[in-house]
């Protein structure tokens, strides 16, 4: 352990944003519960549907484009406490619109602060933590993502299998008796009223004041991280490197040496969205129900693809800082085009009748959940300049929403019409080519400081 550094205070920080990653993964997995009783309450066709569950990401991408600039202007823990009032609101009219007009309006709401939380947080994570722990760090808003999906399946599960028995008197009847889809969306404020509190207690991020010229408060808060001597070596070196960036403007990152990582961070968070992965979150009690299972059984069998994508997310934790970044993607997205493969032979076949569907899905969700689902956010957290790097992870994380927002709106159309076999195979070709991308493009990070990183771009490595 590093003794040079204040570990309990970079676990209040650290906890602070995971929330976002929390309220992030509910607000992403919930609504699986609620498809069968909203399409049926409302007779929606599948391309409305589709809309139905893609609304939110529509969201995600316009708060996606107003993060990197909110964050640079703002400050990263503002960002914060926006995203945190956008949850409430959400959550709030979620469980008490009047139709489904307005049920989509408050998903959008919704969405946008699931966009601004994607960027900010991992971002805020990574310019607070040392080189040594970043990505253990940035990690656990992964994992936080995990732990909202699965409390979601379960909360789901549970309000739908116990709604007979609730003692429901006027909204509580309303709720989580005769129409439960309200009560599912209602749990998330919780959840969101803690994550606003906590901004309160954290500060803002030294590189961010440091690039406000706020020279004073940057040492105040690097100095509760490190030691005396630390805090101001890790000054000297963040000031350099602003100081050597001074000129760099949004435009420079479409071209030089900036070209390639924003490549890199667009195609990586693309790819690992076009591999299927909330297909499977949203739908899952779809896909399951196609391989015979009935709508109670099919919301267990999510609930076990919920507590497989949290555990192996610690596989992650405990080895990306030991191993690197890059074997992690290696490994992961490798037996990920395996397992999806087998889902798609498994559905061509007719074996996949029943719970053994369950093998293949199970085994991409841990394949998922140690590489793709964490490094991803890792990656794009580090590869650039502190002057751009809000607009940067704006951009990648945009492509990362674009993309979810296609397989959201259009996977019930591939579903139906091409069936799962085909589905599966189109997940594993995207696969195929982010092994690749990882093998020839993306340079370890591991241990390298985010100044360090910068360098490597410039070409000296």
Do not use: H
């Amino acid at each position: 352990m590093n003794k040079t550094v204040n570990f309990r205070f970079l676990t209040l920080l650290t906890f602070t944003a995971t929330l976002g990653g929390f309220l992030f993964g509910f607000d992403t997995a919930v609504i699986s519960g609620t498809i069968s009783f909203v399409k049926s309450q409302y007779s929606m066709s599948s391309l409305m549907e589709g809309w139905y569950v893609s609304s939110a990401l529509v969201g995600c991408i316009a708060g996606v484009a107003v993060s990197g600039k909110l964050g640079n202007i703002l400050g990263r823990r503002v960002g914060m406490q926006l995203s945190a009032l956008l949850f409430i609101i959400s959550a709030l009219g979620c469980a008490f619109t009047p139709g489904i007009f307005m049920l989509i309006v408050f998903r959008l709401i919704g969405g946008v602060g699931i966009g601004i939380s994607s960027v900010i947080c991992p971002m805020y994570i990574s310019e607070m933590a040392p080189s040594s722990l970043r990505g253990k760090l940035v990690t656990y808003y992964q994992l936080a993502i995990t732990i909202g999906i699965l409390v979601a399946y379960f909360s789901n599960s549970a309000i739908q299998s116990n709604a007979s028995t609730f003692i429901s008197v006027g909204w509580a009847d309303l709720l989580f008796t005769k129409e439960v889809w309200r009560g599912m969306f209602s749990v998330g404020i919780f959840p969101a009223l803690l994550f606003l509190l906590m901004t309160f207690f954290i500060p803002e991020s030294p590189r961010w004041l440091i690039l406000k010229k706020n020279t004073l408060a940057a040492k105040n808060v690097l100095s509760k991280i490190y030691t005396v001597e630390e805090s101001v070596k890790e000054m000297e070196i963040i000031e350099n490197a602003l100081s050597k960036d001074s000129s760099l403007q949004f435009r420079d990152l479409f071209k030089g040496n900036l070209k390639k990582p924003l490549i890199i961070g667009v195609l990586l968070a693309a790819l690992s969205q076009f591999s299927g992965i909330n297909a499977i979150i949203y739908y899952g009690p779809s896909i399951l129900e196609k391989a015979g299972l009935q709508l109670g059984d099919a919301l267990g069998g999510q609930v076990s693809i919920g507590i497989v994508n949290t555990l192996f997310t610690f596989v992650a934790i405990y080895f990306i800082d030991r191993v690197g970044r890059k074997p992690l993607l290696l490994w992961g997205i490798g037996g990920a085009v395996v397992s999806l493969l087998m889902a798609a032979i498994f559905f061509a076949t007719g074996v996949s009748l029943g719970w053994i569907v369950l093998i293949p899905v199970v085994l991409f969700i841990a394949c998922f959940s140690f590489s793709f689902g964490p490094v991803t956010w890792v990656v794009i957290s580090e590869i650039f300049p502190t002057k751009v790097r809000g607009e940067a992870v704006a951009i990648s994380t945009m492509s990362l929403w674009l993309a979810n927002w296609i397989v959201g709106l259009f996977f019930p159309l591939l579903l139906n019409e091409g069936g799962p076999s085909i589905t599966f195979l189109v997940f594993s070709l995207f696969s195929s080519y982010a092994f690749y991308l990882t093998w020839k493009k993306i340079p370890e990070t591991k241990e390298k400081s985010l100044e360090e990183i910068e360098l490597f771009w410039e070409g000296n490595k």
